[in-house]
């Protein structure tokens, strides 16, 4: 196998493993999405079940804190996918858009360097 033979091997399996990746974080998302979705009408049906039950609707304070500690748990989800999705394309040698900025001024660097050589051999 060639060298170039290989090259578009590996760079068909980058992005191949970049699809796997996508695809990991909308079917994993979705499924925690169903799960939340589905712990919260429990929650809320306990609820409207316990305010009937004594006439009142249950504090504000309440509900707030329940509102937060389900943002607080999808913040940990997303943080945790984030992760890991970033651990595996390091792995792979995938750059990240830090990387492709760093490279993006020194490019731009070299560049201005350049057309500042060519003017100066112009005169």
Do not use: C
């Not at 060298?3 to 996508?22: C, F, M, P, Q």
């Not at 004594?54 to 804190?65: A, C, E, F, M, N």
Request: glycine share 4%; charged share 35%.
């Amino acid at each position: 196998m060639s060298n170039s033979d290989e090259i578009k091997r590996n760079s068909h399996n980058i992005w191949l493993a970049g699809l796997g990746a996508y695809s990991t974080k909308e079917s994993e998302g979705s499924k925690h999405y169903e799960t939340l979705i589905a712990k919260g009408k429990l929650l809320e049906e306990k609820n409207n079940e316990h305010e009937e039950k004594i006439g009142k609707p249950t504090s504000d304070s309440r509900l707030h804190d329940l509102k937060s500690r389900a943002n607080q748990t999808m913040d940990r989800i997303e943080k945790a996918f984030d992760q890991r999705v970033s651990s595996a394309l390091s792995r792979l040698g995938i750059s990240t858009r830090t990387d492709l900025d760093d490279l993006n001024a020194k490019i731009e660097i070299l560049t201005d360097a350049l057309e500042k050589a060519t003017k100066q051999l112009e005169k």
